[in-house]
């Protein structure tokens, strides 16, 4: 039987009000990803990115992990971090930031590989998947053939992880990295584990929404 990871995922958007107010909260947050890198042993990843598509230009996303919940809230409580919530409030988007808390079922259903630090624009993906009721369950096993099938046999699949969203049982995320995206369609999108989970959990879904991002620092491996 499998342990549940200790790991807990941020995957946060944060909208802006224009890009020049994006850009000043993207300089604070790699200020906050260098102190992560050098000073928090605990800080898995910190990438500050951005979508690709120029209608979302003026959103931040944040993909964060941390290795328990100690982690996270010494992170939390460092007084960059204390600054930056501050400015946000006071210098508000079209809407509020949306904070999603995820979790591993195991550390099985993540994999990362150094090699991601040497991409200069790797292939991002942020996904949501949604479920009829018990799909989410019976979809876990496939998702562990696609993240094993990942780690094993492709190498460009630089970033790879299956998580629970803590609020809702009947929602998947998944954070991917691809050394490109064409290597995501000619390879990770042709294995054989992804034929397996769209032919057996497919019709278990309400709902598939993707974001692609490009990373503007930060990193996505420790």
């Given at each position: 039987?499998?342990?549940?990871?200790?790991?807990i995922v941020?995957i946060?958007?944060?909208?802006?009000?224009s890009?020049?107010k994006?850009d000043?909260?993207i300089k604070?947050?790699?200020?906050?990803a260098?102190?992560?890198q050098n000073?928090e042993?605990g800080t898995?990843k910190?990438a500050?990115c951005?979508?690709r598509?120029?209608?979302?230009?003026?959103?931040?996303w944040m993909?964060e992990?941390?290795?328990?919940?100690?982690?996270?809230d010494?992170?939390m409580?460092?007084?960059t971090i204390t600054a930056?919530?501050?400015?946000?409030?006071?210098n508000?988007g079209?809407?509020?930031?949306t904070?999603?808390?995820?979790?591993y079922?195991?550390?099985?259903?993540?994999f990362s590989?150094?090699?991601?630090a040497?991409q200069?624009?790797?292939?991002?993906?942020?996904?949501?998947?949604?479920?009829?009721?018990?799909?989410a369950?019976?979809s876990?096993?496939?998702w562990?053939?696609?993240?094993?099938?990942?780690?094993?046999k492709?190498?460009?699949t630089l970033?790879?992880g299956?998580l629970k969203d803590v609020s809702?049982?009947?929602?998947?995320w998944t954070?991917?990295a691809?050394?490109?995206e064409?290597?995501?369609k000619?390879?990770?999108?042709?294995?054989?584990?992804?034929?397996?989970?769209?032919?057996?959990?497919?019709h278990l879904?309400t709902?598939l929404?993707w974001v692609f991002?490009?990373?503007k620092?930060?990193?996505?491996?420790?």
């Amino acid at each position: 039987m499998s342990v549940p990871s200790n790991r807990i995922v941020v995957i946060a958007t944060v909208p802006t009000s224009s890009v020049e107010k994006r850009d000043e909260l993207i300089k604070q947050l790699l200020g906050a990803a260098d102190a992560a890198q050098n000073n928090e042993p605990g800080t898995l990843k910190y990438a500050v990115c951005v979508p690709r598509d120029p209608a979302k230009e003026t959103d931040i996303w944040m993909i964060e992990e941390y290795a328990d919940k100690a982690a996270l809230d010494q992170h939390m409580s460092l007084p960059t971090i204390t600054a930056m919530a501050a400015w946000i409030g006071a210098n508000p988007g079209p809407s509020p930031p949306t904070i999603r808390t995820l979790a591993y079922p195991s550390d099985t259903f993540q994999f990362s590989r150094a090699a991601v630090a040497d991409q200069k624009d790797p292939w991002i993906i942020a996904a949501e998947l949604n479920y009829h009721p018990d799909g989410a369950a019976t979809s876990i096993p496939y998702w562990q053939a696609v993240v094993d099938e990942g780690r094993e046999k492709e190498d460009g699949t630089l970033v790879y992880g299956v998580l629970k969203d803590v609020s809702n049982a009947e929602r998947l995320w998944t954070i991917e990295a691809y050394e490109s995206e064409t290597y995501l369609k000619d390879v990770h999108v042709k294995s054989n584990a992804i034929a397996e989970s769209i032919k057996n959990t497919k019709h278990l879904r309400t709902g598939l929404e993707w974001v692609f991002l490009t990373i503007k620092g930060g990193f996505l491996h420790k």
